[in-house]
């Protein structure tokens, strides 16, 4: 289906959420004849920010917004589905668009799996309806259900659309970059090549990919690193939780911009704890590149202020080689929690590969290792 055709029957005036591969068309249409735009278009920091945003936004109106997700980000939405918009609590309807990672009977990766099984229980169970559009739904079979989906929105309840693989289309093409000259893999490289033994926590996405294929290009084992393959936007937590009972171990965490935006809380919890033996780099370019390259709202946030805010003692921003081998060799020295922001392009290799590991055996190993440090 044409997402021309899904946009006009659903006939919403207003669209908020979390960039997914799996809508990639949907993301790029509403870029392409949108674009962001706070009264028609926002993409918000995590899936909870986005409906609760989409309830100020019935709130002003009293129409029914749509809230856009990978089905990853339903975790984010069950506290403002129960507590929120429930009809027995403040009625207020929303629209949920959801891709569909992990399908059942439908190959992905393993970070999908579980939450693939689970993605239509745990929206009936929220008393969300839910009808699943697929490649052989027509414009005639969605606009009956939207009928019957308006019934539902008018009584102050919430309805879902769970979208399989390639069901929804765009012919335009949407390129999405940025003036940065950085690629994220080589940055990862230099990181690499700094930090020798130390542990790695690496954020969901392509950066964690890239740290795989890079230790195998190097001849590594890669025992050093945890590859966060999922639970995005707690990469740095999971490094919190290492440095404070490694403390003699240095602590590297790899991080992304819409990582760190989309749980922002853990950088004031981190910086509360001042572990000395932790360096945070957010490698910046500010989109979603992993799902497609939609921008996030980190192109205008000064993330050097907002670590110092939070209570870093040190931050830094690198937009080049030169100036990232420096601060990397000098957090690798020094003796107190730093971050340092990475300016990056937009892109990756297209033959980029996945981890061959499971994600058990990068467990084990990584504890394993830990094990024999202080």
Request: hydrophobic residues 40%.
């Amino acid at each position: 289906m044409k997402v021309q055709s899904l946009v006009n029957i659903i006939g919403a005036d207003f669209y908020t959420g979390v960039p997914d591969s799996q809508l990639k068309a949907l993301c790029d249409y509403l870029m392409d004849n949108v674009g962001i735009d706070p009264k028609r278009h926002i993409i918000a920091a995590n899936e909870g920010n986005c409906t609760a945003l989409a309830a100020g936004y019935h709130l002003a109106t009293g129409k029914v917004p749509v809230v856009y997700m990978q089905n990853s980000g339903e975790g984010n939405i069950i506290n403002p589905l129960a507590s929120l918009l429930s009809d027995k609590v403040y009625a207020i309807p929303a629209i949920f668009i959801i891709g569909w990672r992990g399908e059942p009977g439908v190959h992905d990766e393993p970070q999908h799996i579980y939450q693939g099984e689970v993605t239509v229980k745990l929206m009936e169970d929220m008393d969300v309806k839910t009808f699943i559009i697929s490649k052989e739904t027509t414009e005639e079979e969605l606009t009956a259900v939207m009928e019957d989906f308006r019934k539902v929105l008018a009584q102050g309840k919430c309805v879902a659309f769970v979208v399989r693989k390639g069901a929804i289309s765009y012919d335009n093409k949407v390129v999405y970059k940025n003036d940065n000259s950085m690629s994220r893999e080589e940055i990862i490289r230099h990181i690499t090549a700094v930090t020798g033994n130390d542990p790695i926590v690496s954020t969901t996405g392509k950066a964690s990919r890239e740290l795989f294929e890079i230790r195998e290009a190097n001849g590594q084992g890669h025992q050093f690193d945890f590859l966060t393959v999922g639970s995005m936007g707690h990469s740095s937590s999971i490094a919190l939780g290492i440095a404070i009972n490694k403390p003699e171990t240095k602590v590297w965490c790899i991080d992304g911009d819409g990582a760190a935006l989309m749980h922002m809380g853990a950088m004031a919890v981190i910086g509360a704890n001042k572990p000395a033996n932790m360096v945070h780099i957010i490698i910046n370019n500010s989109a979603h590149e992993t799902v497609g390259g939609m921008p996030t709202v980190a192109g205008n946030l000064d993330v050097v202020a907002a670590a110092k805010a939070c209570g870093y003692e040190y931050a830094a921003c690198a937009d080049s080689f030169d100036a990232l081998d420096s601060e990397l060799k000098a957090a690798k020295e020094r003796n107190a929690l730093s971050l340092i922001e990475v300016k990056c392009s937009i892109g990756a290799r297209a033959d980029l590969g996945r981890p061959t590991t499971t994600a058990l055996e990068n467990k084990q190993n990584f504890m394993e290792y830990l094990g024999k440090l202080k």
